[in-house]
């Protein structure tokens, strides 16, 4: 059985160690675009200053593909995935055979069409080789503005304050990780950059870019010129879905996979940032750019190729971080809409915000700010019934009455 993987983020990582706790002889080959140990990509704006040195990143350690007997191709590019003659084609012109083959080759940053980054100073950060480009310039930056005030976005305006750099934000929406965080949330957030000296325009779009001899000056709004000698886009990802184009693969925003993480063609899977997988929220099929959902696919996909059978509970959005000592900590359904109910438990003069959403005593999500220790627990309750009122051990209405 040859068992091939495109792809060594979480999703390929973790279809591996899942393959070889059922099958210790079949063949495994990895081929990644990034010539790397596994890494966390979550890491790289921390990587980017200096914070973080580059063999922490390596989370699985620097032996991994060697530990579970791992043929690789780093540092090659699928280009045409061939689904009639079970077979791949690298940019070298390799061919490789394959029995089942994983896609979990993630996704890239969104770049506006009229920005040009060969323009000295602007830049995405997704990967190890970005936050080395980055960390290259970065002696000779004093102002940067971020573009997107996403949860990636944050990271990188968080590790550049650290790193002594003058911030700024701009962020298209109302509020910060809009996706994530109602007004309030993102207020307590917002609150916690500018206190630390970042700037943050809210309801503001970056129109163009302010360049001089191909290099970065400054971006303009409609409103406005920001000085700049770093812009770093922010504003989402795609998946990298190049290679299934001229494919039978289904295809709809992501690649379409079933419960066991299997596309429309039995011996391909997908699992990761390119899978369109199943959602708890929406009950409908969802691109998830999440860490934790490319483990669980990865891990799903693995054993179905394998030979075992596991379903996907479907992803349930989660996001948890902590931001100049703030924990914020979103998951599931955070709009009070089609019955749902909120409730919150906690206001921000307690120095926290806790709310729940609820649908007949279920909860379907919560935003937590601050004291986010419950939520963990809270997390495994995901759509069940909340015993009788309480959070944990502590029932709702004395929570209210201490911090009303
Ligand atoms: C700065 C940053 C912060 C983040 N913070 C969080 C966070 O706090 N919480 C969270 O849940 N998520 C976070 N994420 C997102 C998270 O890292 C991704 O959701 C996750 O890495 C997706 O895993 P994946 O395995 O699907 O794809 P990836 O990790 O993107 O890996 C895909 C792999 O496929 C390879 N590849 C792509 N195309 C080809 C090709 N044609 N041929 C061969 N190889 C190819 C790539 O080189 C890469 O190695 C963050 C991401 C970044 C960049």
Known sequence: MVYLIIG???AGISAIESIRQLDDQGKIIVVSKENNQPYSRIMTPEYMTGEV???NLFFKGN???AHYNVETRLGKIVKDILPEQSMVILNDGE????????????SRPVIPSWVNLDIKGVFTLWDKVDSERIKHHLSEVKKAVIVGGGLVGLQMARALTAYGINVTIIEKMNRLMPLQLDETASDMVKQILVKNGIRVFLDTEVVSLETENQEIRGVKTKETDIPADLVLFSIGVRPNLDMVHDTSLELDRGLLVNEYQQTNLV????AGDISQAF????GERSLRALWPCAIQQGKVAGTNMAGGEERYQGSIPMNSFQLFGLSVLSFGQIEAKDGVEERIIRYPASG????LFLKEDKLLGLIFIGDIQQAGLLFHKHGK???EGYIGNIPLVDVENVYL
């Open 8 to 10: 060594n983020g979480p």
């Open 53 to 55: 040195e580059e063999e």
């Open 63 to 65: 032996d991994f593909y």
């Open 95 to 106: 061919k490789i055979a394959y029995d089942k083959l994983l896609i979990a080759s993630g």
């Open 267 to 270: 011996n391909i899977y997908a």
């Open 279 to 282: 959602c708890q929220i929406t």
């Open 352 to 355: 926290s915000y806790q709310k």
């Open 385 to 387: 019934p909340l015993q």
